[in-house]
């Protein structure tokens, strides 16, 4: 009925316009689509730690002579605020995203910059989880965009990389230039991805473990964030991973080359 709607109003138009109408429409029944659903799932992602908040408060209410338990609950607490924590930060990173479009303002980012910055994030988290990182390749490329959101995307896959390896294994960073792209991969040698899932990783709050994955404090937004990144960078993010031996993941931006392409000077001295 959306179409019939709108080729009723447009009937004096001519083809193209109408069809190019029909698409906006389509586009942005189908972005509705997208937001509700996400609201949904919001609404479900943020009942269950507050619900698992709600129940363990009652718990430590009733056990308040047992110091033991009132510990363990209290620990529990923490970990599922540190989940809630996390799940509003990336509900608002993505919804930030939306409207603040690199291409709107963008600059010249060294890679080596943004490589440092996603590596430290993880810094600890590695330690802890005994994952040694390790960065290597091109030097001094440069990409044009937002360096912030560049970080929260090869962030997310360095953290990632390292949740989902076990102990005594190695993430690795490397650069590369490709011709006029960037590429950017994180190698791990963790857990890998079944075949069937690698195509429904980027959906937003889709985890292939949901169990594993809450229990290290994922919230299945990581790489929707680092896909919606990379496309308004004008680039894309691939997979590549063998179950049971790891995975690498690589983010391909267009290379900026500072003075490529400008005619040369002119000279007026003449
Ligand atoms: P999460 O917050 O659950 O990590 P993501 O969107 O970042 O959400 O990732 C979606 C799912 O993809 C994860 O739950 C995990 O099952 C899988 N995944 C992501 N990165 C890796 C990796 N490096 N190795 C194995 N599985 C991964």
Same mark, same amino acid.
Do not use: C
């Given at each position: 009925?959306?179409?019939?709607?709108?080729?009723?109003?447009?009937?004096?138009?001519?083809?193209?316009?109408?069809?190019?109408?029909?698409?906006?429409?389509?586009?942005?029944?189908?972005?509705?689509?997208?937001?509700?659903?996400?609201?949904?799932?919001?609404?479900?992602?943020?009942?269950?730690?507050?619900?698992?908040?709600?129940?363990?408060?009652?718990?430590?209410?009733?056990?308040?002579?047992?110091?033991?338990?009132?510990?363990?609950?209290?620990?529990?607490?923490?970990?599922?605020?540190?989940?809630?924590?996390?799940?509003?930060?990336?509900?608002?990173?993505?919804?930030?995203?939306?409207?603040?479009?690199?291409?709107?303002?963008?600059?010249?980012?060294?890679?080596?910059?943004?490589?440092?910055?996603?590596?430290?994030?993880?810094?600890?988290?590695?330690?802890?989880?005994? @994952?040694?990182? $390790?960065?290597?390749? =091109?030097? *001094?490329?440069?990409? %044009? &965009?937002?360096?912030?959101?560049?970080? #929260? /995307?090869?962030?997310?896959?360095?953290?990632?990389?390292?949740?989902?390896?076990?102990?005594?294994?190695?993430?690795?960073?490397?650069?590369?230039?490709?011709?006029?792209?960037?590429?950017?991969?994180?190698?791990?040698?963790?857990?890998?991805?079944?075949?069937?899932?690698?195509?429904?990783?980027?959906?937003?709050?889709?985890? @292939?473990?949901? $169990?594993?994955?809450? =229990?290290? *404090?994922?919230?299945? %937004? &990581?790489?929707?964030?680092?896909?919606? #990144? /990379?496309?308004?960078?004008?680039?894309?993010?691939?997979?590549?991973?063998?179950?049971?031996?790891?995975?690498?993941?690589?983010?391909?931006?267009?290379?900026?080359?500072?003075?490529?392409?400008?005619?040369?000077?002119?000279?007026?001295?003449?």
């Amino acid at each position: 009925t959306q179409t019939l709607y709108v080729s009723a109003r447009v009937a004096p138009l001519n083809r193209r316009l109408l069809l190019a109408l029909v698409e906006d429409r389509t586009q942005a029944i189908r972005l509705d689509e997208v937001r509700r659903d996400f609201v949904a799932n919001v609404s479900h992602e943020l009942k269950t730690p507050v619900g698992a908040l709600t129940l363990l408060a009652e718990a430590v209410a009733d056990a308040n002579d047992d110091p033991e338990a009132v510990g363990r609950f209290a620990e529990r607490m923490q970990r599922e605020g540190s989940r809630l924590t996390r799940l509003v930060q990336e509900i608002i990173d993505l919804s930030r995203l939306q409207y603040d479009d690199p291409v709107d303002s963008p600059e010249p980012v060294a890679i080596d910059d943004v490589v440092a910055a996603a590596l430290d994030r993880s810094r600890v988290d590695a330690e802890n989880r005994e @994952v040694r990182l $390790a960065a290597g390749g =091109a030097a *001094g490329l440069e990409v %044009l &965009g937002n360096e912030g959101q560049l970080v #929260i /995307a090869l962030g997310n896959l360095v953290e990632n990389a390292v949740t989902y390896s076990p102990p005594n294994t190695r993430v690795a960073v490397g650069v590369r230039r490709r011709d006029d792209l960037v590429e950017i991969s994180v190698t791990d040698q963790g857990f890998g991805i079944a075949e069937g899932d690698i195509e429904r990783i980027f959906e937003r709050f889709y985890r @292939v473990d949901p $169990a594993r994955s809450r =229990a290290t *404090g994922g919230t299945g %937004l &990581g790489l929707s964030i680092v896909k919606h #990144i /990379a496309a308004s960078h004008g680039g894309e993010v691939g997979v590549w991973s063998v179950q049971g031996a790891g995975s690498t993941f690589t983010l391909r931006l267009p290379l900026h080359l500072p003075r490529a392409g400008q005619p040369p000077a002119l000279d007026t001295s003449v």
